[in-house]
């Protein structure tokens, strides 16, 4: 016997996938001929054209006056006048659009203006209140499938986006330094995947499903983490993380056949980005900070030395390559030795553009 509860979800599953073939059959077959479909009365065109090219008095009095008015109405492309705002970066009728209850497709409308880098149209979503409590900032579209409402497109075609993909996830694939920063006071945060050979019921699960789709998301989340943005905005040290998810990435690579070329590329990214933290260092106190890791407990060698440490991690984890803060103004030696008190000539020993053997 199922339970109660597995069986409501098998419910409003089954109350989807219908409403996804219903959405599908108004737009007729005019969507695939780039034509508008017939579904539309003469008062939702009006609407759906106003609300794309930022027509603020005429949507304002339809959305006030109009008793008959379909807010949430698509038009030939699937987009409903949120999401036709929205990619317009039509700030004042996003602002209009999210007055109304009920209103449709919130969280296409976010992901969208995420893409697109519209850091206040962003902030005017995040202020609806669907977001009030945060836990729609860390679920991804498909995991928000059997909810009720109507907060994403579930069918293909109304949605540009993964259905593994989160707000913040696509805010740090797409480098947008700003929006990550507001969703990560927000709460939002990017899950580490689980280990490949995880044999958890959700893994194991996800893996019988749709292996690949399954390790889709993976790399969609490992993208995520391995972004600059993301790196520099969430992590306390981020050259440690980055040198430690290098070395992960790098594992994977061997392991996730299929994504085996993007694995080793996001660990190389991870050791770019390592590179260009470096290089943004002003002074040899910057760079002795960020060699010797934490600033507050340094440990020193038995020569009364900083220790280094994230160089022998950076050995350890085999970044090949790390350039010389050329704003100190040092010359680079070919002669210079690993003895040498000063870190950012250490530095330049091991590596300052070449092979670290």
């Not at 694939?173 to 939002?188: D, R, T």
């Not at 100190?328 to 003895?339: D, E, M, R, Y």
Request: charged share 25%; proline share 4%.
């Amino acid at each position: 016997m199922l339970g109660s509860s597995t069986f409501k979800n098998m419910q409003r599953r089954h109350t989807t996938l219908r409403e996804k073939g219903r959405r599908q059959a108004i737009r007729g077959p005019a969507y695939m001929f780039n034509e508008k479909g017939t579904s539309l009365t003469p008062e939702e065109e009006r609407f759906l054209d106003s609300a794309e090219y930022g027509n603020i008095p005429v949507v304002r009095k339809m959305l006030e006056e109009s008793k008959t008015l379909n807010f949430n109405c698509v038009d030939y492309m699937g987009q409903n006048a949120l999401q036709l705002a929205v990619g317009n970066e039509h700030l004042e009728v996003t602002e209009l659009l999210l007055k109304k209850e009920n209103l449709a497709r919130v969280g296409d409308a976010l992901l969208l203006a995420i893409s697109k880098g519209y850091v206040r149209i962003v902030e005017a979503i995040l202020n609806h209140p669907a977001f009030a409590q945060g836990q729609r900032l860390t679920l991804s579209p498909l995991e928000q499938e059997l909810r009720d409402d109507d907060f994403y497109a579930y069918d293909e075609d109304g949605t540009r986006f993964s259905h593994d993909i989160t707000p913040i996830i696509l805010a740090a694939h797409c480098q947008e330094y700003e929006i990550v920063h507001i969703l990560l006071l927000k709460g939002a945060r990017i899950e580490r995947p689980h280990d490949y050979f995880c044999k958890c019921s959700e893994c194991t699960e996800k893996q019988r499903k749709d292996s690949f789709s399954h390790s889709r998301s993976r790399m969609n989340a490992y993208k995520g983490l391995a972004s600059a943005a993301y790196l520099s905005l969430s992590s306390e040290d981020p050259v440690l993380t980055a040198l430690e998810l290098s070395n992960e990435l790098a594992r994977l690579a061997n392991i996730e056949t299929e994504f085996k070329n993007d694995y080793r590329k996001l660990s190389m990214q991870c050791k770019d980005f390592v590179v260009g933290v470096l290089d943004l260092c002003r002074d040899t106190e910057e760079v002795e900070a960020i060699l010797n890791g934490d600033v507050n407990f340094q440990v020193w060698s038995d020569h009364h030395r900083p220790s280094l440490s994230r160089i022998k991690l950076a050995i350890k984890y085999e970044v090949k390559k790390v350039s010389f803060p050329t704003s100190l103004g040092l010359p680079a030696s070919p002669h210079l030795t690993s003895q040498s008190c000063w870190p950012s000539l250490v530095l330049m020993h091991f590596s300052c553009s070449h092979k670290v053997t």
